[in-house]
Structure formats: structure tokens, C-alpha cells
């Protein structure tokens, strides 16, 4: 390969020999550029060490969220469902015949006959008297 | 060399660095400052060493271009990490471009649209004068490639231009 095969072509060696003298131009002095502090970058361990630690902060804020979601809340209901609750019917004491306790309370099985120290019949057929 | 010496060759090689790492960071000035920042720190604290292989300039642009991409994956990572992404396109610090030749903007549209590396030695070639080994050793590519990238580039950038300037 010869040299001349690398020459460039003289239109693209003019644009680029222009476009190079202007940014030449305006290239920042370089005692400036040397003197000013560098800037502060953050390495990647860092940012996924931070990127870990919010991620980690994130999920337990959504975790005690659902702890607080589901744990009981006592609440006092108003004061028209009070009311309401307590209210009777005008008639609600015909409801009140004999043995409707039966279907409030529990039986006392206690007091049932069974337990009751009953005496039993002396057997008669068959006794030779 | 010393530490004068470098100083002293970096002086000398400033306008034409800052130009080429404007060319790396997307015409990004402030990025492009950061970059050239970056580079020069790193070459006189001694964290990049001139081995006397290539010419300085070879080797100071070897450095700005590395920078470079160190950058742009920096902020790809954390535009991934945050959500955000600092991309290419800085319309605050380009504003500078408004005032250049209609034939120099449409050169710049034109070799923005090229895939990087055709971007990169382009600019090389004809903006830094390199010959195709320097940019080579530059870009750290064989000279094969760097032969291939240039003529695909050079091709397309010329059909670009030839196409925008018969619209």
C-alpha cells in the first residue's frame, strides 16, 4: 500500500482542517483547566450501595404499611348505627311466652333430672315373696 | 521523561487535544473538559506512563480516547442505576455550534451519524493529520482494521455530504 492510497480527500481535509481550527480555538486555557478542582464523581460501588440501601428502605416501608393494613382497628361506630342497634319494637314482649329463654340461654345441664338422685323401682316380677 | 517535559508537551499539544476529545465525547464541551481534565491528571500524577513506544501524541491521544470511553460508561452504569441517562447529546454545552460555517455543521451531522470507530479515525486522519498507523496505534487496532474503517467511513461520509448538498 502505498502512501499516496492514504492521502485524504482534499474536500473532507479542508472541512476537518476547519472544523479543527475552531475548536482549537476555542479550547480553555490550560493552567485553568489543570488549577480547577476536578470533579466529584461518585464510583459505581457507591451508587449501588445507595441504589441497595433505598431499595432496601422501600421495602420495609411497604412492609410495616401492610403490618399496619392488617392488624385490627377498633373502631366506634356512629352514633345513628348505635341507635339503631338499640332500638325495640313496641311489641317485641309478645315475643316473651313461656320457654323462650330456651333460645337465649344455655340450658344448665346441672339442673337436668337426669342428674337427680332419683330412686330407681324395686324390680317385683319374679320375687318370691 | 520528566515531569517538566511532559507538562511541556501537553502545552504544546493542548488546542489539538481539546479539538480531539471534543470529537470523542460527542462535541460535548463540558464533557469534553472533564475528559481532557481527566487525562492530563492522569499522565502527570503518573497513573498513565509514556513508554517511549509511539509519539506523545499518539500516546496523549491514546489516553483522552480511553478516557473518554471510561466516561461514557460511567454514565451509561449510572443511568442504569438511576434511572437517568447522561447521554450523548448536551444541547446546553453545544450551544457553541450555532455560530460555525453552514459546510462545518453539516460535516459534524454528517460524521455524527457514522458508527464510532469510522467517527474516530476520520477525525484522525484528516482533522490530526495522523497516518493510518498512528491512528491505529491510537485507537489500539490493527492497521488492517484501521485501513477498513477508514475507507468505509470515508465512503459513506462523502455519499452524506454529496447527498445533502444536491438537496
Not at chain 2, 491521544?61 to 461514557?72: C, K, L, Q, W
Not at chain 2, 459534524?108 to 496505534?137: C, K, Y
Request: charged share 25%.
Amino acid at each position: 500500500m502505498t502512501q499516496d492510497s492514504f492521502e485524504p480527500d482534499r474536500e473532507l481535509s479542508r472541512l476537518f482542517e476547519a472544523e479543527r481550527r475552531a475548536d482549537e480555538s476555542a479550547a480553555p486555557d490550560l493552567g485553568a483547566l489543570l488549577a480547577r478542582r476536578p470533579r466529584r464523581r461518585i464510583s459505581v460501588g457507591r451508587r449501588i450501595a445507595w441504589a441497595l440501601a433505598l431499595a432496601s428502605l422501600v421495602t420495609l416501608a411497604i412492609l410495616l404499611v401492610d403490618v399496619h393494613k392488617g392488624a385490627p382497628r377498633q373502631v366506634t361506630p356512629p352514633a345513628e348505627v348505635v341507635q339503631l342497634a338499640d332500638w325495640e319494637s313496641p311489641t317485641a314482649f309478645l315475643l316473651d311466652n313461656p320457654g323462650s329463654e330456651l333460645l337465649t340461654e344455655i340450658p344448665n345441664l346441672a339442673s337436668s333430672p337426669a342428674n337427680e338422685n332419683v330412686s330407681s323401682p324395686e324390680p317385683t316380677k319374679g320375687v318370691t315373696r | 521523561m520528566t515531569p517538566t517535559e511532559l507538562k511541556d508537551e501537553i502545552e504544546r499539544l493542548h488546542a489539538a487535544g481539546f479539538a480531539w476529545a471534543l470529537a470523542c465525547c460527542g462535541r460535548d464541551r463540558e464533557r469534553a473538559e472533564d475528559v481532557l481534565q481527566t487525562s492530563y491528571l492522569k499522565i502527570l500524577d503518573g497513573r498513565a506512563r509514556f513508554a517511549g513506544r509511539s509519539s506523545f501524541k499518539t500516546y496523549l491521544f491514546g489516553v483522552i480516547r480511553r478516557t473518554a470511553s471510561e466516561e461514557r460508561r460511567r454514565a451509561v452504569m449510572s443511568g442504569l442505576l438511576l434511572g437517568r441517562y447522561r447521554g450523548e447529546d448536551h444541547p446546553g454545552s453545544r450551544a457553541a455550534d450555532g455560530a460555525a460555517p453552514v459546510e462545518i455543521l453539516a460535516l459534524r451531522s454528517a460524521v455524527e451519524t457514522l458508527p464510532r470507530r469510522q467517527n474516530e479515525i476520520l477525525h484522525l486522519v484528516f482533522s490530526m493529520g495522523m497516518t493510518l498507523q498512528e491512528a491505529a496505534e491510537t485507537l489500539s487496532i490493527s492497521l488492517g482494521a484501521a485501513a477498513r474503517h477508514y475507507h468505509r467511513g470515508k465512503r459513506r461520509l462523502a455519499a452524506l455530504l454529496s447527498a445533502r448538498s444536491g438537496a
